[in-house]
């Protein structure tokens, strides 16, 4: 009974491809963002979601598409990859909006890009 | 930059001992979080604490925060291996559409 699960865990794809993550919470919760890990750890928010709505996209360039089918997933479409997109990507929810309470992680989406 | 910046960047210590890391940040917050991330694993929220507040426990760990400084600290006690990982201070700044704006995180280690 995973809070917050992604898929895949890890994906391994050439520069150039269009690849997509699936995230999913079961938490009830109404507010789903997107992170971006890179590899000194440094994690920065890309979208935030509220029930459906998308609240904030840190200017992440357009390649990158969130879609919200239903509050309860967020998925990260990316198109045309390039190497500086290798990161790990992790899913996160919240029962609260505008950042006022605990997020939930997924486990991440590990993305190599060669 | 909202960004909060911990200190030290890297722990280590001995089972038993206390573990004391360090958050600053520049503006003005709604909250600041605590989260741990175990290696390969997704961040776990640890503690909130609110900008009216000053001290705040959960079990081992004890958090308290200096708005006058724009600091926060969180203590662990009497630590265990169990606890070794990267520890990362999170903001809220005050606003609507807010969001959690990450440190670049402490890696604690804890020896057995």
């Known amino acids: 009974d995973t809070a917050v699960s992604q898929t895949p865990k890890y994906l391994v794809t050439q520069m150039g491809n269009d690849k997509s993550i699936k995230c999913e919470q079961n938490l009830g919760h109404d507010t789903m963002y997107w992170y971006k890990q890179d590899s000194k750890k440094f994690l920065k928010i890309m979208f935030s979601y509220n029930n459906k709505e998308l609240i904030i996209n840190e200017t992440v360039p357009n390649r990158f598409s969130p879609k919200s089918p239903d509050k309860a997933h967020l998925n990260l479409h990316i198109n045309s990859l390039e190497l500086g997109d290798s990161a790990v990507y992790f899913c996160?929810?919240?029962?609260?909006?505008?950042?006022?309470?605990?997020?939930?992680f997924g486990p991440g989406t590990r993305l190599t890009v060669t | 930059s909202q960004q909060g910046e911990e200190d030290p960047q890297a722990l280590s210590i001995q089972e038993g001992e206390n573990a004391t890391m360090n958050c600053s940040y520049k503006t003005s917050i709604n909250n600041l979080q605590w989260y741990r991330q175990n290696s390969g694993r997704g961040l776990v929220h640890l503690i909130l604490i609110r900008s009216n507040e000053r001290e705040k426990h959960s079990g081992r760990l004890r958090v308290t925060l200096d708005t006058s400084k724009k600091s926060s600290s969180l203590l662990i006690t009497a630590s265990r291996a169990a606890d070794t990982a990267s520890y990362f201070c999170a903001t809220a700044h005050t606003g609507a559409n807010s969001k959690l704006t990450f440190g670049k995180g402490i890696t604690l280690s804890v020896r057995p």
């Open positions: 996160a929810s919240s029962g609260w909006d505008g950042a006022r309470g605990e997020q939930y």
